[in-house]
């Protein structure tokens, strides 16, 4: 079993729509969690990191953790074609500095 | 401020030739990262270095060597490429346990 998962996609949306996108993770001991944005040919950045269960907002985005169901989510409110980009769920593993990231979901966004 | 530095930005190896990608960071953080990324496999560590001195392996270590020459410094070598090891290397390196800063990525290609 991988250790996150995440649809590939590529998820379509119009522009001005709301994008989810979801990630799973299977180590129960995770404690942090990061979304990352990846645009071709370029390295990730960073664009929300969440800890704590619940909701996270910032901008257009927000992140939401359910621990218990281990499963992190990143919706982008009013999509822009700028958002047109990989984006990669990232997992903090328990024991040590070790990150795992999930193979990524790419977002197109029509104009 | 230049972040974190990675050279080369592309090479090409022939099978059996060995060399080593260079990343620096001046940050001052303390834990550095290599990275491969393939295409549909997401981001995959190969070793990290979680403070001057210390490193440790990742998830695919084999056919690497790192050295984490002092704070800001943290090399990778081939030692005997092969062409699966054709990727998109990245470096990273991270303030405490939060947020990763990504190089501009090395393409290697091995043929």
């Known amino acids: 079993q991988k250790e996150v998962e995440q649809n590939s996609g590529p998820l379509s949306v119009p522009e001005g729509a709301i994008a989810s996108l979801n990630c799973t993770y299977s180590?129960?001991?995770?404690?942090?969690f990061f979304w990352y944005r990846q645009y071709s040919g370029k390295s990730p950045e960073l664009i929300m990191s969440?800890?704590?269960?619940g909701d996270k907002e910032d901008g257009r985005f927000t992140a939401q953790l359910n621990k218990a169901s281990q499963y992190v989510s990143l919706l982008i409110r009013d999509s822009q074609p700028s958002d047109s980009a990989t984006y990669l769920c990232?997992?903090?593993?328990?024991?040590?500095?070790?990150?795992?990231f999930g193979p990524g979901t790419r977002l197109s966004v029509l104009p | 401020n230049a972040g974190v530095t990675q050279t080369p930005k592309f090479q090409v190896l022939k099978t059996g030739q060995s060399m080593t990608l260079q990343c620096a960071q001046d940050?001052?953080?303390?834990?550095m990262y290599w990275y491969r990324q393939d295409p549909g496999m997401g981001l995959r560590l190969i070793y990290y270095?979680?403070?001057?001195?210390?490193?440790d392996k990742g998830e695919v270590p084999n056919g690497y060597n790192v050295s984490r020459l002092n704070k800001r410094e943290f090399s990778l070598r081939l030692e005997s490429a092969a062409p699966s090891q054709t990727s998109v290397y990245f470096c990273?390196?991270?303030?405490?346990?939060?947020?990763?800063?990504f190089g501009p990525g090395t393409r290697l290609t091995v043929t």
């Open positions: 990232a997992v903090n593993i328990r024991y040590g500095q070790n990150f795992v």
């Open positions: 940050m001052n953080h303390n834990s």
């Open positions: 180590d129960r001991g995770s404690q942090s």
């Open positions: 990273a390196s991270m303030r405490g346990l939060n947020e990763q800063y």
């Open positions: 270095s979680a403070s001057e001195g210390t490193t």
């Open positions: 969440i800890y704590s269960n």
